[in-house]
């Protein structure tokens, strides 16, 4: 690997490798389950070698993202093993000028690793986020135990009642992701309809939950996109305990929710 863009990944790596240990120590990432992307800034990026791999093409034209960079795990990755050896499990992306395809930029010749089977979700939300959130450049999709829990109960497989639990279990949840969860019915993996269908609801909610599968979040960082999980995990995991001691969960009142809502951090 070029020793510039070599250095350039160990810096970039860190947050990324990190987010990936917790994610796996909470058992949110069995097996290769979960992907993680960051767009990055054109500031941050090295002077690229000449030579990348072959265009390989995408399966629709992104040509909002024409261009841009961005840092994916490679597929059939484990989260464990992106928290140990990031360098070997993380990749560096280029998209085509045109949208239609995308060049491997790292590592050089490393013609086995290819970018997560979700790539296709992960570059439509990006697409939106550049035109109504520019600042969120990260999106984590993992495999929350008490989010895909929720959604096996019929009644709670509705955006309007997952929030009403999700906020009410938990004041951080209020404070730190206002706009709650938004919900998508039960869509196959690994297509461009679900990347499709994750946009419709991320466009006013910073997470969306996949029905019977798993969560996708968006923030400005590794870190802050993991919180925003962990947080609505703790909101999720508050409600069960209640139901497993043999309680309906009381929750916040419409009168102690405003009053979070009205706090600044």
């Known amino acids: 690997m070029d020793q510039e863009l070599s250095l350039f990944m160990k810096n ?12 796996w120590q909470r058992g949110w990432a069995e097996r290769n389950a979960g992907n993680i992307s960051v767009r990055l800034a054109a500031e941050e990026l090295p002077s690229l070698p000449g030579e990348h791999s072959a265009l390989l093409p995408l399966p629709g034209r992104c040509e909002t993202l024409a261009g841009l960079c961005f840092l994916v795990t490679a597929t059939n990755t484990r989260m464990r093993d992106v928290a140990a ?11 085509s000028d045109d949208g239609t395809g995308y060049q491997i930029l790292s590592p050089p010749g490393e013609t086995a690793l290819r970018p997560t089977s979700e790539m296709q979700a992960h570059l439509c939300i990006h697409e939106m986020l550049i035109l109504k959130r520019p600042d969120h450049r990260v999106v984590i999709h993992t495999h929350v135990t008490e989010l895909i829990a929720l959604t ?81 995990a703790k909101s999720a995991s508050i409600w069960f305990i209640c139901r497993s001691a043999g309680y309906e969960p009381e929750g916040l009142t419409e009168k102690q929710l405003n009053e979070l809502a009205k706090l600044k951090f």
Request: aromatic share 8%; proline share 6%; net charge negative.
């Open 152 to 232: 096996h109960i019929r009644e709670f497989c509705d955006g309007q009642k997952l929030n009403s639990i999700l906020l009410g279990m938990h004041p951080e949840t209020k404070i730190f992701v206002p706009d709650g969860v938004g919900f998508v019915p039960y869509t196959l993996p690994g297509t461009r309809a679900i990347g499709e269908a994750t946009v419709k609801v991320l466009e006013d909610h910073s997470a969306a939950l996949w029905e019977k599968h798993g969560l996708f979040a968006t923030g400005r960082s590794p870190v802050e996109t993991f919180d925003i999980i962990d947080i609505l």
């Open 12 to 23: 970039i790596t860190g947050d990324v490798s990190t987010v990936a240990g917790w994610l």
């Open 85 to 95: 050896r990031p360098l070997e499990t993380l990749l560096l992306i280029r998209i």
